[in-house]
């Protein structure tokens, strides 16, 4: 265990822990000091003796003073590599690990924040957390979202909260020369995806002068940067009621109402209604939720995939564009990718791949955790 800390693997597992009487009775988020067996200092650690994951490093060193001021240093280094990505306050703040906050997102919308801490360790310190962001980036209010599957391994309740200030109407989102509308507290996981940002802009410069379907639209990341490169006609289909209201919402704002329309339909049935019909799209986008949550889906979620793709490719006009995408990190890339290909072969169709991507940089990976890349995406021309 040592070596690898030493390394710089932020993770202890519990099998690597001397979990003698007293450490087992540590409540769940304790901020410990990390030492090998000989009592070398390692690391300050959030300690959770009843996960798999015992100890998330927060710092290199022991008996590190985890307060707020520590929180603030760690956000300030994460807000200076954004606004050295980004002109304008919309982008994931802080992701996890890679940012030196182990379990906590942080997405910004402007001067309203959504926190979602995963962890027993950073729900604890949501407060300190709340208060560090109204210090460094002005955050006006704080939402703390912690209705995620991630927290159930933790121990943690379900919530949703204001943890700072108010948030009335749905929150502005700029991203890609258009603009967007999230609801950060009963929206999909913080309200919006940054992570699809260089996707969006990817595939709305593919779709000048095409008929376009994005599937899962949610509130219309895809379909709106593509009416805005001049797409001839966008349709975006999504089962929120919600999500198709803030859409449409997005698509007013934009200026492009009258090339978007967004049609509340589950999209398994709606690809089978447009098969049987024979109608097709020239670049067809589809960004579905996570079809493998955990290992023991992994079979059934890519034999999901396999279909969605087969429907995907069915209704992609020939010479089209399809875009698939997969935000299951239990499913690899390689798994992933070839259930996809698997797909287009059932609908009797063939292409090349002429692009794979991740996330969007505001997502960063720790280097000794790649498995952490979760997002994965493939666009392949049809013949």
């Known amino acids: 265990m ?75 280094e994460a807000l200076h590599l954004r606004t050295r990505l980004f002109d304008r306050p919309y982008y994931r703040l802080v992701h996890a690990e890679a940012d030196g906050l182990p379990g906590l997102i942080v997405d910004r919308f402007g001067d309203v ?23 460094v980036v002005g955050a006006t209010a704080v939402i ?24 009335g109407a749905p929150v502005k989102v700029e991203e890609n020369d258009a603009t967007f509308f999230a609801d ?3 929206g999909q996981k913080t309200g919006w995806f940054f992570d699809q940002r260089d996707n969006h802009a990817f595939m709305a410069g593919l779709s000048k002068g095409q008929t376009v379907l994005d599937l899962y639209t949610h509130t219309g990341g895809f379909a709106i940067p593509a009416a805005k490169n001049g797409a001839k006609i966008v349709l975006g289909v999504d089962r929120s009621a919600p999500a198709v209201e803030l859409a449409n919402k997005a698509a007013e704002a934009s200026g492009v109402s009258k090339t978007c329309a967004f049609e509340k339909a589950e999209v398994f049935p709606f690809l089978e209604a447009a098969l049987a019909r024979k109608q097709t799209w020239d670049v067809v986008i589809c960004d579905p939720p996570a079809f493998v949550k955990s290992r023991k889906d992994l ?18 006009a020939p010479g089209g564009l399809l875009f ?51 997002l994965k995406a493939v666009v392949l021309q049809l013949d």
């Open 113 to 135: 924040c959504v926190i979602q801490p995963n962890t027993a360790g950073m729900n604890a310190m949501s407060d300190i957390i709340a208060g560090a962001l109204k210090d």
């Open 2 to 76: 040592h070596r690898r800390l030493q390394q710089g693997h932020p993770w202890v597992y519990s099998n690597e822990v001397d979990m003698d009487p007293a450490t087992k009775a540590l409540p769940p988020g304790s901020v410990v000091t990390v030492t090998d067996a000989g009592g070398t200092l390692l690391a300050t650690a959030h300690f959770n003796p009843r996960t798999l994951i015992s100890a998330r490093v927060l710092a290199w060193e022991g008996d590190a003073g985890i307060d707020e001021s520590f929180v603030a240093t760690r956000l300030k």
């Open 184 to 186: 950060p507290l009963s």
């Open 299 to 316: 079979k059934v979620g890519l034999q999901g995939y396999r279909k969605l793709a087969r429907l995907c490719a069915s209704v992609t």
């Open 324 to 374: 698939m995408a997969s935000c299951s990190h239990n499913a690899s890339v390689e798994d992933f990718t070839a259930a996809v290909a698997r797909g287009v072969s059932d609908a009797n169709r063939s292409g090349k791949i002429i692009r794979t991507a991740g996330a969007a940089p505001d997502h960063p990976v720790h280097p000794q955790l790649p498995e952490s890349a979760y």
């Open 144 to 167: 703390l979202r912690g209705d995620n599957m991630a927290r159930t391994l933790e121990g943690l309740d379900e919530e949703v909260r204001l943890l700072a200030g108010e948030v």
